[in-house]
């Protein structure tokens, strides 16, 4: 088994005149749940692509699974896209045997999987009931299920999660933690929180590149201790600067009317800020600094709209 | 080719589920033989077909719209499987691109053949046919017509479908060629005592030779005044590989806008 699950180094990809990769370089180990965290067209989509052999890199190299994306390697790499893909007039147990087949399982080892995999996923006795009965988060479910059915090495995840509610989110997460143990997880999503409490390392990533890449807590060394959420409508750059320039204050990023700052010590920095701003502030949240507080110091540096 | 199959049996079993495609494809070209085929025979008694009434007549070119129908129905298959999600994970499957669209086209294959045989023998006893080669010669011309037309059309149906961005645009193309081709296929009127410039079209249709194999082997008396299944036969089995070749010519793509 190689070292590393995937190595790609600067790859670039284009849509007309959208550069969708630029310069992307990332290694990933083999094993663990690996996080590539990014906004909306940041090119999550475009890479896991690439991964699962739909796409092509225009330049630059990559490596998956020891090897270049191929048709071959297909069996071996599975993805669970941002959008279903199980077509609602197959039943839940037909959809698993049709991906089964199309992935080279034998009617015999689908005969045992496919009731293995329902039970685990808790869709056992939905077997029968047609994709369209099955409730968003089941759906997820059953999609997950089909991508562990021919045993992936490689499990490509773009937003496995998205339209479910915490419940489902978390009954989907333990199932499959407990279903690929052997396998590499790639989870791309723009959820932080998820990405903060699954992943064993990540990657963020914005207008097609990596920014930056590290476990969470390496990633959240680099902050202050206390993460501090105000919501200051009408914040001047003048009254932010102020705040910059402050003995503990570290990052400061803005986004509309949010202001987020780390600090060494909320407790004497929340009253400075009422100071500055008497009946200007609407709120203050005071939290751990979080791997959100690392992204939005990392992605919104490289956006420049970091102040300061 | 086990990928292929798979797949054909996969849209096949779509097309059973989803009923109105499977009855929508039928219901005209029997809606046109009982109508059209009944309101002229008996309301305006045209004189110069050859043999047997209008209705019996207009089989053929009932059996010839079926296969239009069901190719375009079928060859949407492609967009519903894009817009429901399936198509990627076809695409992401360890398979031949080509596996997909000999899958895909299997199906239309089967279903188009069915269907037309299904109008066929539906009609075939309510109808006055000559059946001059006898019953089951005759039958056999027409399941191979009726295979080498829904083999052309699937071909053509596929190859607009892979370049075609939308189900609207690809339904638009597809009425929009191959209505016209209906009507001066001699699938509603003989083309035989057609003006010269129409008769010079209707020999250009490729529709023309479908339609003059499937009269002569159910309808007609004689060869007389009809092409004859030689140059019918010719043709179409020359436009049949050429244009289901190009229907497995292009792969099927998704588009990704770089998210």
Excluded at chain 1, 120 to 133: C, H, I, M, Y
Aim: hydrophobic share 50%; net charge neutral.
């Amino acid at each position: 088994m190689p070292d590393f699950a995937l190595r790609a180094a600067n790859i670039t990809r284009t849509y007309g005149e959208r550069r969708a990769l630029d310069g992307f370089s990332l290694d990933v180990p083999t094993g663990g749940v690996f996080g590539l965290l990014g906004p909306n067209g940041s090119g999550k989509s475009t890479f896991i692509a690439m991964l699962a052999a739909m796409e092509t890199p225009e330049s630059g190299s990559l490596e998956v699974l020891g090897g270049p994306p191929s048709r071959a390697l297909r069996g071996r790499v599975a993805t669970v896209f941002q959008e279903n893909t199980a077509d609602p007039l197959m039943r839940a147990a037909e959809y698993l045997r049709f991906a089964g087949k199309l992935f080279g399982l034998s009617a015999v080892d689908l005969k045992t999987r496919i009731p293995e995999l329902l039970a685990r996923f808790g869709l056992g006795e939905r077997a029968r009931d047609p994709v369209s009965s099955l409730s968003g988060g089941m759906r997820r479910r059953l999609e997950v299920a089909r991508a562990l059915l021919h045993r992936p090495e490689l499990l490509l995840l773009d937003e496995p999660t998205t339209g479910i509610d915490a419940e489902e989110r978390a009954i989907l997460w333990n199932t499959l933690r407990a279903s690929a143990e052997k396998v590499t997880i790639l989870l791309a999503t723009n959820d932080l929180g998820e990405a903060d409490s699954v992943c064993d390392a990540v990657a963020f990533i914005q207008s097609g590149r990596v920014v930056v890449a590290g476990t969470p807590a390496q990633l959240k060394a680099g902050l202050r201790r206390e993460s501090v959420r105000i919501t200051w409508p009408g914040v001047s750059s003048e009254q932010l600067a102020r705040v910059t320039a402050w003995d503990g204050a570290g990052e400061v990023a803005r986004d509309g009317d949010v202001v987020a700052v780390t600090t060494d010590d909320a407790s004497t920095f929340v009253p400075r800020l009422f100071d500055l701003a008497p009946g200007e502030i609407r709120s203050v949240t005071i939290a751990t600094a979080s791997l959100e507080d690392a992204y939005f110091q990392h992605v919104q540096r490289r956006a420049g709209e970091r102040v300061g | 080719m086990s990928g292929a199959l798979v797949i054909a049996s996969r849209d096949l079993m779509a097309v059973v589920r989803s009923r109105s495609q499977l009855y929508s494809s039928m219901f005209t070209p029997l809606l046109f033989l009982v109508f059209l085929g009944n309101g002229v025979s008996q309301g305006l008694e045209p004189s110069n077909l050859p043999d047997g009434n209008f209705t019996a007549y207009l089989v053929a070119g009932a059996v010839v719209m079926t296969s239009v129908f069901s190719s375009t129905f079928s060859s949407a298959s492609y967009y519903r499987d894009r817009d429901s999600g399936l198509l990627r994970l076809l695409l992401s499957a360890p398979l031949h691109p080509r596996a997909l669209l000999l899958g895909k086209s299997l199906a239309a294959l089967v279903i188009g053949v069915i269907q037309a045989m299904v109008v066929l023998l539906v009609a075939a006893p309510f109808v006055d046919f000559e059946w001059q080669y006898g019953v089951i010669p005759g039958l056999l011309i027409a399941v191979a017509a009726i295979v080498l037309l829904n083999l052309m059309l699937t071909g053509l149906a596929q190859a607009l479908a892979s370049r075609i961005q939308t189900m609207q645009g690809f339904h638009l193309l597809m009425n929009l060629a191959l209505f016209p081709l209906l009507f001066f296929s001699g699938a509603f009127f003989p083309i035989d005592g057609l003006p010269a410039w129409l008769r010079v079209l209707a020999l250009a249709n490729p529709l023309t030779y479908a339609v003059d194999a499937l009269e002569l082997a159910v309808y007609a008396s004689s060869d007389a005044t009809f092409i004859g299944l030689g140059i019918d036969f010719t043709i179409l089995g020359t436009l049949a590989a050429a244009t289901y070749l190009l229907g497995l010519s292009r792969t099927p793509k998704l588009t990704y806008s770089g998210s």
